[in-house]
Protein backbone atom coordinates (compact mmCIF):
# COMPACT_ATOMS: atom_id res chain seq x y z
CA UNK A 1 0.00 0.00 0.00
CA UNK A 2 1.23 3.32 -0.98
CA UNK A 3 1.96 6.48 1.36
CA UNK A 4 -1.21 8.41 -0.35
CA UNK A 5 -3.71 5.23 -0.25
CA UNK A 6 -2.99 4.60 3.32
CA UNK A 7 -3.52 8.78 3.96
CA UNK A 8 -7.30 8.03 2.52
CA UNK A 9 -7.64 5.15 4.16
CA UNK A 10 -6.95 7.03 7.60
CA UNK A 11 -8.99 10.36 6.38
CA UNK A 12 -12.13 8.13 5.36
CA UNK A 13 -11.74 6.56 8.95
CA UNK A 14 -11.75 9.45 10.38
CA UNK A 15 -14.72 10.91 8.44
CA UNK A 16 -16.87 8.10 9.27
CA UNK A 17 -15.96 8.06 13.01
CA UNK A 18 -17.43 11.77 12.86
CA UNK A 19 -20.28 10.91 11.06
CA UNK A 20 -21.79 8.24 13.25
CA UNK A 21 -20.52 9.98 16.37
CA UNK A 22 -22.58 13.02 15.91
CA UNK A 23 -25.78 10.66 14.11
CA UNK A 24 -26.50 8.86 17.38
CA UNK A 25 -25.51 11.69 19.87
CA UNK A 26 -28.75 13.54 19.54
CA UNK A 27 -27.03 16.88 18.29
CA UNK A 28 -28.38 17.63 14.84
CA UNK A 29 -30.88 20.56 13.50
CA UNK A 30 -34.78 19.60 14.50
CA UNK A 31 -37.74 20.87 12.56
CA UNK A 32 -39.03 23.71 14.30
CA UNK A 33 -37.11 24.13 16.98
CA UNK A 34 -33.53 24.54 15.13
CA UNK A 35 -35.10 26.23 11.82
CA UNK A 36 -38.12 27.46 10.55
CA UNK A 37 -39.86 24.91 8.74
CA UNK A 38 -40.95 26.03 5.08
CA UNK A 39 -43.04 22.74 3.72
CA UNK A 40 -46.66 22.30 6.03
CA UNK A 41 -46.97 19.20 8.12
CA UNK A 42 -49.58 17.56 5.74
CA UNK A 43 -47.55 17.43 2.88
CA UNK A 44 -44.45 15.89 4.21
CA UNK A 45 -44.25 12.13 3.74
CA UNK A 46 -41.92 9.39 4.73
CA UNK A 47 -42.03 5.81 5.78
CA UNK A 48 -43.62 6.15 9.27
CA UNK A 49 -46.63 8.28 7.78
CA UNK A 50 -47.14 8.15 4.26
CA UNK A 51 -50.70 8.84 4.11
CA UNK A 52 -49.34 11.96 4.19
CA UNK A 53 -47.67 11.72 1.10
CA UNK A 54 -49.83 14.26 -0.34
CA UNK A 55 -52.69 16.30 0.48
CA UNK A 56 -55.90 14.20 0.56
CA UNK A 57 -58.49 15.12 -1.84
CA UNK A 58 -62.19 15.63 -0.55
CA UNK A 59 -63.79 12.23 -2.08
CA UNK A 60 -65.74 12.77 -5.69
CA UNK A 61 -69.45 11.17 -6.08
CA UNK A 62 -69.24 8.35 -8.47
CA UNK A 63 -70.30 8.27 -11.67
CA UNK A 64 -73.90 6.76 -11.54
CA UNK A 65 -74.22 9.66 -8.41
CA UNK A 66 -73.43 11.98 -10.79
CA UNK A 67 -75.84 11.34 -13.60
CA UNK A 68 -78.55 11.00 -11.86
CA UNK A 69 -77.73 14.40 -10.73
CA UNK A 70 -77.46 15.14 -14.21
CA UNK A 71 -80.73 13.35 -15.01
CA UNK A 72 -82.35 15.51 -11.91
CA UNK A 73 -81.26 18.95 -13.05
CA UNK A 74 -82.55 18.70 -16.33
CA UNK A 75 -86.08 17.54 -15.37
CA UNK A 76 -85.88 20.89 -13.27
CA UNK A 77 -85.14 22.15 -16.48
CA UNK A 78 -87.63 20.76 -18.34
CA UNK A 79 -85.24 18.79 -21.05
CA UNK A 80 -86.58 15.17 -20.51
CA UNK A 81 -84.61 14.13 -23.59
CA UNK A 82 -81.18 14.90 -21.70
CA UNK A 83 -82.96 13.21 -18.58
CA UNK A 84 -83.33 10.18 -20.01
CA UNK A 85 -79.64 9.92 -21.66
CA UNK A 86 -78.70 10.38 -18.29
CA UNK A 87 -80.47 7.63 -16.44
CA UNK A 88 -80.01 5.06 -19.47
CA UNK A 89 -75.99 5.88 -19.02
CA UNK A 90 -76.24 5.07 -15.52
CA UNK A 91 -78.55 2.13 -16.12
CA UNK A 92 -75.47 0.71 -18.44
CA UNK A 93 -73.49 1.08 -15.42
CA UNK A 94 -75.72 -1.09 -13.44
CA UNK A 95 -78.71 -2.72 -14.81
CA UNK A 96 -79.88 -3.19 -11.59
CA UNK A 97 -79.41 0.30 -9.25
CA UNK A 98 -82.54 1.21 -7.67
CA UNK A 99 -82.75 5.20 -8.01
CA UNK A 100 -81.59 5.26 -11.52
CA UNK A 101 -84.86 2.59 -12.04
CA UNK A 102 -86.99 5.06 -10.46
CA UNK A 103 -86.18 7.67 -13.05
CA UNK A 104 -86.52 5.49 -15.77
CA UNK A 105 -90.14 4.74 -14.71
CA UNK A 106 -91.13 7.98 -13.95
CA UNK A 107 -89.75 9.60 -17.34
CA UNK A 108 -91.39 6.87 -19.00
CA UNK A 109 -95.04 7.89 -17.41
CA UNK A 110 -94.34 11.02 -18.45
CA UNK A 111 -94.05 10.33 -21.70
CA UNK A 112 -97.11 8.44 -20.94
CA UNK A 113 -95.65 5.16 -22.16
CA UNK A 114 -97.10 3.09 -19.65
CA UNK A 115 -96.34 0.00 -20.92
CA UNK A 116 -92.82 0.19 -20.12
CA UNK A 117 -93.30 2.05 -16.65
CA UNK A 118 -95.23 -0.99 -15.67
CA UNK A 119 -92.25 -3.11 -16.82
CA UNK A 120 -89.59 -0.68 -14.83
CA UNK A 121 -91.66 -0.76 -11.61
CA UNK A 122 -92.13 -4.35 -11.85
CA UNK A 123 -88.41 -4.90 -12.28
CA UNK A 124 -88.29 -2.73 -8.85
CA UNK A 125 -90.26 -4.62 -7.38
CA UNK A 126 -88.68 -8.63 -8.12
CA UNK A 127 -84.79 -6.62 -6.64
CA UNK A 128 -87.13 -4.87 -3.78
CA UNK A 129 -90.26 -6.37 -2.65
CA UNK A 130 -91.01 -4.31 -0.15
CA UNK A 131 -90.69 -0.85 -2.00
CA UNK A 132 -93.78 0.69 -1.05
CA UNK A 133 -93.09 3.98 -3.29
CA UNK A 134 -92.43 1.15 -6.48
CA UNK A 135 -95.91 -0.31 -5.32
CA UNK A 136 -97.36 3.30 -5.19
CA UNK A 137 -96.60 4.10 -8.55
CA UNK A 138 -97.15 0.70 -10.26
CA UNK A 139 -100.36 1.14 -8.81
CA UNK A 140 -100.85 4.68 -10.68
CA UNK A 141 -99.74 2.99 -14.01
CA UNK A 142 -102.11 -0.29 -13.79
CA UNK A 143 -104.98 2.08 -13.69
CA UNK A 144 -103.89 3.82 -16.66
CA UNK A 145 -103.36 0.72 -18.61
CA UNK A 146 -107.28 -0.22 -16.83
CA UNK A 147 -105.72 -2.99 -14.73
CA UNK A 148 -107.70 -1.45 -11.64
CA UNK A 149 -108.25 -4.84 -9.50
CA UNK A 150 -104.64 -4.70 -9.75
CA UNK A 151 -103.78 -1.19 -9.61
CA UNK A 152 -106.06 -1.41 -5.75
CA UNK A 153 -103.58 -4.74 -4.49
CA UNK A 154 -100.58 -1.87 -5.23
CA UNK A 155 -101.91 0.52 -3.88
CA UNK A 156 -102.94 -0.88 -0.62
CA UNK A 157 -99.79 -2.77 -0.25
CA UNK A 158 -97.78 0.68 -0.43
CA UNK A 159 -100.19 1.72 2.50
CA UNK A 160 -99.63 -1.80 4.21
CA UNK A 161 -95.47 -1.13 4.27
CA UNK A 162 -95.51 2.70 5.18
CA UNK A 163 -99.05 3.89 6.44
CA UNK A 164 -97.40 7.22 7.20
CA UNK A 165 -97.05 8.65 4.00
CA UNK A 166 -99.91 10.89 2.68
CA UNK A 167 -99.19 10.20 -1.21
CA UNK A 168 -100.09 6.77 -0.47
CA UNK A 169 -103.58 7.69 0.56
CA UNK A 170 -103.92 10.25 -2.01
CA UNK A 171 -103.23 7.92 -5.33
CA UNK A 172 -105.49 5.49 -4.03
CA UNK A 173 -108.19 7.84 -3.32
CA UNK A 174 -107.93 9.25 -7.15
CA UNK A 175 -108.09 5.62 -8.08
CA UNK A 176 -111.55 5.04 -6.52
CA UNK A 177 -112.84 8.27 -7.62
CA UNK A 178 -111.76 7.59 -11.24
CA UNK A 179 -113.77 3.92 -10.66
CA UNK A 180 -116.84 5.78 -9.05
CA UNK A 181 -116.35 4.94 -5.59
CA UNK A 182 -117.17 7.83 -4.03
CA UNK A 183 -117.74 7.18 -0.57
CA UNK A 184 -114.40 5.19 -0.22
CA UNK A 185 -112.74 7.78 -2.43
CA UNK A 186 -113.38 9.92 0.19
CA UNK A 187 -112.38 8.38 3.32
CA UNK A 188 -109.07 8.55 1.79
CA UNK A 189 -108.23 11.51 0.62
CA UNK A 190 -109.33 12.23 4.59
CA UNK A 191 -106.78 10.27 5.65
CA UNK A 192 -104.48 11.89 3.08
CA UNK A 193 -105.13 15.09 4.37
CA UNK A 194 -104.91 14.48 7.88
CA UNK A 195 -101.35 13.30 7.78
CA UNK A 196 -100.52 16.36 5.79
CA UNK A 197 -102.79 19.19 5.85
CA UNK A 198 -100.43 21.13 2.94
CA UNK A 199 -102.16 18.63 0.50
CA UNK A 200 -105.15 21.24 -0.71
CA UNK A 201 -105.74 19.12 -3.54
CA UNK A 202 -107.06 16.40 -0.86
CA UNK A 203 -109.10 19.49 0.89
CA UNK A 204 -110.13 20.42 -2.38
CA UNK A 205 -111.66 16.59 -3.64
CA UNK A 206 -113.22 15.97 0.38
CA UNK A 207 -115.27 19.33 -0.57
CA UNK A 208 -116.46 17.88 -3.49
CA UNK A 209 -117.41 14.46 -2.42
CA UNK A 210 -119.29 16.01 0.28
CA UNK A 211 -121.04 18.39 -1.97
CA UNK A 212 -122.11 15.15 -4.35
CA UNK A 213 -123.87 13.79 -0.73
Same mark, same amino acid.
Given at each position: ???? *????? /???????????? *???????? =???? &?? $????? $?? =???????????????????? =???????????? /???? &????? +???? *?????????????? +?????????????????? /????????????????????? /?????????????? %????????????? %???????????????????? *????????????????????????? =?
Amino acid at each position: MSLL *QLALL /VTAGIVFYLFFK *QLFSGNYP =RRGV &DY $DAKVP $DE =RIGGITRPDKTFKKQSPRPN =RIEELLSMADEA /VKKG &DLLEA +RKAV *QSALILDENNLEAL +RREGYLYIEDEDFNEARN /VYEKILTLEPNDDLAHGSLAN /VLHKLGKDDEAIAH %HEKAIALDPSYAP %HYFNYANTLYDLGRYEEALR *QYEKAYALDNELEEAKAMMDELKEK =R
